[in-house]
């Protein structure tokens, strides 16, 4: 019999303005992935990029090409952590680049609902400590999740980190929930930030003002202090819409590049690789823009950074749980 989590968390009731109901979470259907066992010691709670551009301005989460397109991104993003982590990770309907207005409420509550289900039936009395992740969209919806729920301390104490990458997260997102931007590269209970660009541009629209967290991730300073590229442990490119490697060039590709924070403009600037900067898909955010890229491009650093702050908090093997 399934156990009720003991820790109650209050979810924002929201209207939504186009779609109604809720998305259940009882079905295996509605998640990209969810584990048969639980046989490492911490999880991942993982929410995924836009990928749609449906034009009702959601996605479709039934839609087989869409949940392809997030399978895609999960593939490339989740195996960050799947050496030291089992990976939760929820289909959500979240605002497409097709509509004509952006609308991300009903995406943010479905994320909520999912995570209120992980603490209740995948992960109940926290069992096992978590880390959130996710980018761009997934981070935001994230960060509402953080603001709206973590007054809590005893779920936000069960958290190692969050790498909320992709997205602009502030002081004022962390108000009342315990939780503190990252300082170094082995502290917990923190949030991971940083928008990755070349030098001497404007950071994009995934910066929104320059109060944004930013951690380097070869050096793991939040100064203006240069790392240069023999901190650097590989990049791993992938094809985001299959979820495969590319084939440009042995991977992971060490010394890939450097890394200084723009600590006026809050972006994480990045000296690339000639062949990249002429070859991949930047979509619309203009030249410089790396924003697709902010997992592949510091691959192996994020990778073993996720081990150390594992081992920092102080995490004991788990006995693996079956979830059938």
């Known amino acids: 019999m399934k156990k009720t989590i003991s820790i109650l968390i209050a979810l924002p009731i929201f209207v939504l303005a ?3 109901g809720s998305v259940d979470y009882s079905s295996e259907e509605n ?6 066992s639980y046989d490492k010691s911490v999880d991942v709670f993982y929410v995924y990029p836009t990928v749609s551009s449906n034009t009702s301005g959601y996605m479709d989460i039934s839609n087989p090409d869409e949940r392809d397109l997030a399978q895609g991104i999960y593939k490339s993003h989740a195996s960050i952590f799947l050496d030291r982590a089992n990976v939760i990770a929820p289909y959500y309907r979240q ?15 479905d994320v909520n609902d999912a995570f209120q289900y992980y603490l209740t039936f995948i992960n109940p009395d926290l069992e096992r400590p978590f880390i959130l992740a996710g980018h761009s969209q997934g981070s935001r919806a994230l960060k509402v999740l953080i603001s709206n729920n973590f007054t809590n301390m005893v779920v936000g104490g069960k958290m190692i980190a969050a790498y909320l ?31 990755t660009q070349a030098p001497g541009i404007n950071p994009g629209p995934m910066v929104s003002t320059n109060e944004a967290f930013c951690i380097n991730p070869l050096n793991w300073k939040t100064d203006a202090t ?32 450097d890394a200084q924070i723009d600590v006026a403009k809050r972006g994480l600037m990045a000296n ?3 062949a990249y900067t002429n070859s991949l898909d930047y979509g619309d955010f203009g030249d410089g ?27 004991s093997k788990a006995t693996i749980i079956s979830l059938h």
């Open 226 to 257: 240069y790392a240069t590229n023999n901190l650097h442990k590989g990049a791993v490119i992938y094809d985001h819409e299959t979820g495969m490697v590319l084939d440009d060039y042995e991977y992971p590709y060490i010394e890939f590049c």
């Open 289 to 315: 823009i790396y924003h697709r890229y902010d997992y592949d491009f510091w691959y192996e650093n994020l990778k073993e950074n996720v081990g150390v702050r594992i081992d920092a908090y102080g995490v």
């Open 18 to 20: 186009e779609l109604s």
């Open 272 to 274: 690339i690789p000639d």
């Open 165 to 195: 990458i992709g997205e602009t997260i502030t002081l004022a997102d962390l108000t009342d929930t315990g939780l503190t931007p990252a300082q170094g590269e082995s502290d917990t209970g923190v949030i991971i930030s940083f928008n």
């Open 31 to 36: 998640w990209v992935n969810i584990p048969c």
């Open 95 to 109: 605002c497409s680049t097709g509509g004509s207005t952006h609308d991300y409420i009903p995406g943010q509550q």
